[in-house]
């Protein structure tokens, strides 16, 4: 009997872009923006602390990205370490059916080597120049989990030598190791950073149309002013219970805000 395939050591889910969520504040000109971005340049920077929805815009742009177009989406985690890494992109890249030179799964014995990082990107700059693809994007979404400094030194020479139809973009909480100044200088980075994905009174209005019936309106300039713009603060400062006092209201709100930054950055 022919042997099964092997099953990969990660979660699928890792190399799925997610859903998109429902109540998500639809945000045309930063998507038309990033869409752009990802039609001109090399390398896309998503930087901003948490809660700032950055994976929810990038859900947004992809599904307008031209049809034909390849993405590779990976969701980074804290033990990706560089051979699990490069099985993950090698995962999300199979169904383009990539001209490779190797096979994929040799390449992290190849990156062992002397020149070990530099080969295996150009294997993988290769592969991708070769595919029979108008466009491709790579995403790599909260990479700032990943502690391997050789995925960071892989990333380097990958972008370096992206073919022109292929886009990297990096979603993270900081901004990674990478060569960013001389990308800036060349023209060939797009960065997005906490002011550009901060909600403004347009993004807050959307929210308040959302409420159910009955519920009472903040006032805008108000809610924008203690919460600067910050979406998951401002998600929370509208979910309030039903029926809390509004004394009260700061206190749930607070104890809210305290629970999602204990769970999402302490």
Request: net charge negative.
């Amino acid at each position: 009997m022919p042997t099964p395939p092997s099953l990969p050591d990660f979660a699928l889910a890792k190399i799925q872009p997610p859903r998109p969520r429902i109540g998500l504040v639809h945000r045309p000109a930063l998507e038309q923006a990033l869409l752009r971005a990802l039609r001109e340049q090399r390398l896309v920077l998503l930087v901003a602390p948490a809660g700032y929805g950055k994976t929810a815009v990038l859900t947004q742009a992809i599904r307008q990205l031209p049809e034909g177009c390849a993405l590779a989406w990976i969701c980074a985690d804290e033990d990706d370490h560089l051979p699990r890494f490069l099985a993950c992109l090698c995962a999300a890249l199979e169904p383009y059916d990539l001209p490779w030179r190797m096979a994929p799964d040799a390449l992290p014995v190849l990156a062992q080597s002397e020149h070990g990082l530099r080969d295996v990107a150009a294997e993988l700059v290769n592969a991708l120049a070769a595919a029979d693809r108008a466009c491709g994007l790579i995403v790599l979404d909260d990479l700032h989990r990943i502690a391997d400094p050789r995925v960071f030194t892989l990333l380097q020479a990958l972008v370096e030598r992206l073919p022109e139809r292929w886009t990297m973009l990096i979603a993270s909480r900081v901004e990674p190791p990478l060569p960013l100044a001389r990308l800036r200088v060349a023209g060939d980075l797009a960065e997005f950073r906490q002011d550009a994905l901060r909600f403004g009174a347009a993004e807050v209005e959307s929210m308040l149309d959302a409420l159910p019936p009955g519920m009472p309106r903040p006032d805008v300039p108000e809610l924008l002013r203690r919460t600067e713009g910050w979406p998951v603060g401002l998600r929370l400062s509208l979910n309030a219970p039903a029926g809390v006092h509004p004394r009260r209201l700061a206190g749930v709100t607070q104890r809210h805000l305290f629970d999602y930054l204990a769970a999402e950055v302490l």
